[in-house]
């Protein structure tokens, strides 16, 4: 062990232009998940996108967030356009949260290009609409853990909006279902199916799949 400090770059987050700290973000606070967002607009008609700036909020009560920038993410430019995924959870107020698996990594790609307003991304990616049970949009067939939300609140954070969805109801894929465990009833095992394991967020277009695994137990627990 050296008491030498390695050489930094030491920067103001002043000196950063919005769009400059969105790539530093980005490229630098990895692997991140990914939460594939499905809604649907006043007519019916399905969207879906990713998002990688996402997380858990709150287990009780069940909370999942995720942030959603402008349109293009371009956070240099004043004129906030919406995305489509915002425009729709404001409407009507409910969302699915599928966690991105393995096996659909090329069609989580494709449902992230720009289509017109209407255009059904699911059609353009080629992946198929499950019915949701309690709310309307409906989640992606095939992915490990897919979780309804009803909206919780929607925070206004500079441009970006950070969405927050009350779970209401949860499908999880059987393969991955682990039943009870250290009597905790309806546990997942997200390993045991390779093709379901999540897939991570890198930056720049690169993406991460989980194969090396370590296990450090802690003393105090919980493990």
Known sequence: MTDRIPETYS???????????YFLMRDSIVPRPIAWVSTIDGTGASNIAPFSFFNVCCPDPPVLGFSCGPRGDNHNDANYVPKDT????RANG?????LTPESLVDEMIR???????????????GLIEAPSTVVK???????????????YDI???????WIMGTVVHVHIDASVYAGERDGKRHRVDLLKNVGQR????????NYVRIRE????MRKDGPN
């Open 11 to 21: 920067l103001s987050a002043a000196d950063f232009q919005p769009a400059e700290m």
């Open 86 to 89: 915002y425009a729709n959870i």
């Open 94 to 98: 409910e969302f699915v949260v599928n």
């Open 111 to 125: 449902s992230a290009e720009d289509l017109p307003a209407g255009q059904s991304e699911f059609a353009h990616a």
């Open 137 to 151: 949009p409906p989640r992606v067939a095939g992915t490990p853990v897919a979780y309804e939300c009803k909206l």
């Open 155 to 161: 925070i206004d954070i500079g441009i970006n909006k």
């Open 198 to 205: 999540p897939i991570g967020r890198l930056g720049r277009a």
């Open 213 to 216: 695994i370590e296990t450090r």
